[in-house]
């Protein structure tokens, strides 16, 4: 329920005027396959189980993925790696996520992603990412079983890093911290009890040259499954 209304909340939002303007851009061109479709075209909310031990949080919707589907991590190349592998793992009903009616559920695992409006280039600004952040917040804490964050890239694991930071200090906390630094595989506990891992981002890049196979992103769900199991 609460996340719901949150997300109803996302999809309403226009704090990023240059993203918003964007979207408006993408629907000039629209690749031949999808010229007939209509877009999604708003932010892209999360998805998922409310009561998962997994977060999973992603850089920002794909121009013709989640921008077109409304969906996270859905009818894009990186979401079909990254949906093969929560299959395969126990965590999807489906190895396909295709569209927001589907019938697809996700178990014991939310997804998200740092900003929720595709962004040019897939580059969000660092004011972006700040914009985003309170959505971000919302869903760390209605969200109450969680016990892994998985990251998908640099930007989301700093990002990751800096709001619970920034939550922390809400709270009166203060907590001096060497920041680590994202190299793929990393775990790190965060000072909640959460474990924190790093992965590099399924994107098309990085899974076309081989600098995250297969086999690297299973181990890294290796490691997760055995962490929830403890
Ligand atoms: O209507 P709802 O049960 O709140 O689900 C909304 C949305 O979330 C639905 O498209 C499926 C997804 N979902 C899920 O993937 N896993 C769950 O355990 C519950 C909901
Ligand atoms: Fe709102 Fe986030 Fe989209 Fe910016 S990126 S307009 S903060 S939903």
């Known amino acids: 329920k609460k996340l719901s209304i949150l997300n109803e909340k996302v999809i309403s939002c226009r704090l990023c005027p240059r993203l918003v303007a964007w979207r408006e851009e993408i629907l000039k061109n629209k690749p031949k396959r999808f010229s007939t479709e209509s877009y999604w075209s708003k932010p892209v909310p999360g998805f998922g189980d409310p009561l998962a031990e997994l977060l999973i949080v992603g850089l920002a919707p794909a121009a013709h993925g989640g921008n077109r589907t409304g969906r996270i991590f859905t009818g894009d190349r990186s979401g079909d790696f990254l949906f093969d592998a929560l299959y395969r793992f126990g965590y999807s009903s489906s190895p396909k996520s295709v569209s927001r009616d589907d019938r697809l559920q996700l178990k014991n695992v939310y997804i998200t992603a740092s900003v929720r409006c595709v962004p040019p280039k897939n580059k969000p600004t660092p004011e972006e990412i700040v914009n985003c952040r309170q959505y971000l917040i919302e869903e760390l804490s ?52 959460k474990i924190l891992i790093g992965s590099f981002h399924p994107s098309q890049q990085n899974t076309f040259t081989g600098k995250l196979t297969k086999s690297m992103f299973d181990s890294v769900f290796s490691r997760i499954s055995s962490l929830l199991k403890s």
């Open 142 to 193: 209605i969200l109450k079983n969680l016990k892994v964050i998985l990251t998908l890239g640099r930007i989301a694991f700093d990002n990751v890093l800096t709001t619970v930071k920034k939550v922390a200090e809400t709270e009166g906390k203060h907590f001096a911290w060497e920041k680590p630094s994202f190299i793929h595989g990393i775990e790190h506990s965060l000072p909640d009890g």
